[in-house]
Nanobody, 118 residues
Framework: QVQLVESGGGLVQAGGSLRLSCTVS????????MAWFRRAPGKEREFVAV???????RYRDSVSGRFTISRDNLKNTVYLQMNTLKPEDTAVYYC????????????WGQGTQVTVSS
């Protein structure tokens, strides 16, 4: 079975940093586009960052310059380094994988909570 397991969330003060990890099993990791999404309390899920199979990255405007997505194909892991965190970043963060076959993220993790206090 395909599994995506996030870790690294927690409680941090505004201005602090966290690094999220998502370890993937059950698929050929290097063949997949990997992304991070988040859902804040009472809000819809939103895109955060994506990394292509070749390592090209893209971010939502509000996290650009603060967050960095990366991948380690030898470890089947995608990371989200989050610096200069703001209370507005508080959300459950999810990783997701996209084979590129369809315009959909086929597999999702269960999420990890990030809480940023002011």
């Amino acid at each position: 079975q395909v599994q995506l397991v996030e870790s690294g969330g927690g409680l941090v003060q505004a201005g602090g940093s966290l690094r999220l990890s998502c370890t993937v099993s059950g698929l050929v990791f290097s063949n997949y586009i990997m992304a991070w999404f988040r859902r804040a309390p009472g809000k819809e899920r939103e895109f955060v960052a994506v990394i292509s199979r070749s390592g090209v990255t893209r971010y939502r405007d509000s996290v650009s310059g603060r967050f960095t997505i990366s991948r380690d194909n030898l470890k089947n892991t995608v990371y989200l380094q989050m610096n200069t965190l703001k209370p507005e970043d508080t959300a459950v963060y999810y990783c997701a994988s996209n084979s590129g076959t369809r315009n959909e993220y086929e597999y999702w993790g269960q999420g990890t909570q990030v809480t940023v206090s002011s």
